[in-house]
């Protein structure tokens, strides 16, 4: 069965710390998606990331980073220099196997950036 | 571009009456679309999903239902809500076919009472 965990309820940092949010996945299938979406106070949610299981490759978007293992079945995401803008709930989610179209989404980690 | 718009953005309803929430999609065709229920815990619910016309997959049993009449229009509705039907409702669509990253509009928060 497919499931994603994020330990992390809820973070607190002050701003320009660095913060990683932790994000454990688990699948059977050798094909599967993992994402990053983040939801600010507004409510909509907003595509950071898509990653594929054939690509461990950390990626790195401005002062954003993605790090996937497959070896502990984690994909964690950090934020450098973190700002109050960042304040948010972050998920992480993944597709896998035939049924590619559903999403299964962790329960979101809420991250308080304090000035 | 592409847009995805939903409304209304807030609704009240009293216990037992109907309910219908609407998604547009604009600038792609033959998307997959989805609805979501977000409750006060902050998780995410996939209800139904649609990959076209007429073509509504249903993950959880329950008193809503889905219609997809025009390519970019995905309706959710109920005949009857419930006090648990409260929460955040979601829409999003993605690119046909799999895997790919879903955009999820500006949701309606629905209150029954």
């Known amino acids: 069965a497919q499931k994603v965990t994020q330990a992390q309820t809820e973070i607190s940092v002050v701003e320009k710390e660095d913060v990683t949010l932790d994000c454990v996945y688990e699948t059977r299938d050798t094909t599967y998606y993992l994402f990053w979406y983040k939801q600010p106070p507004s409510g909509e949610l907003v595509f950071l990331i898509r990653?594929?299981?054939?690509?461990?490759q950390n990626e790195i978007s401005g002062r954003y980073s993605w790090n996937f293992q497959k070896s502990t079945s984690s994909f964690n995401f950090t934020i450098t220099a973190s700002q109050v803008v960042d304040s948010a709930v972050y998920f992480c989610?993944?597709?896998?196997?035939?049924?590619?179209?559903?999403?299964?989404f962790g329960s979101g980690t809420k991250l308080n950036v304090k000035p | 571009s592409q847009t995805i718009h939903q409304w209304p953005a807030t609704l009240v309803q009293p216990v037992g009456s109907p309910l219908s929430l609407e998604c547009t999609v604009e600038g792609t065709s033959n998307p997959n679309l989805y609805w979501y229920r977000q409750a006060a815990g902050r998780g995410l619910q996939l209800l139904f999903y649609s990959v076209g016309i007429g073509q509504i997959s249903s993950e959880v049993p329950q008193n809503l239902s889905a219609s997809r009449p025009q390519d970019r229009q995905f309706i959710l509705s109920s005949k009857k809500l419930l006090l648990s039907d409260s929460g955040f409702y979601l829409c999003?669509?993605?690119?046909?076919?799999?895997?790919?990253?879903?955009?999820f509009g500006p949701g309606t928060r629905l209150t029954v009472l």
């Open positions: 999003a669509w993605s690119a046909s076919g799999g895997y790919n990253e879903q955009f």
């Open positions: 990653r594929n299981s054939f690509d461990e």
């Open positions: 989610a993944l597709t896998s196997g035939n049924n590619f179209n559903k999403f299964y």
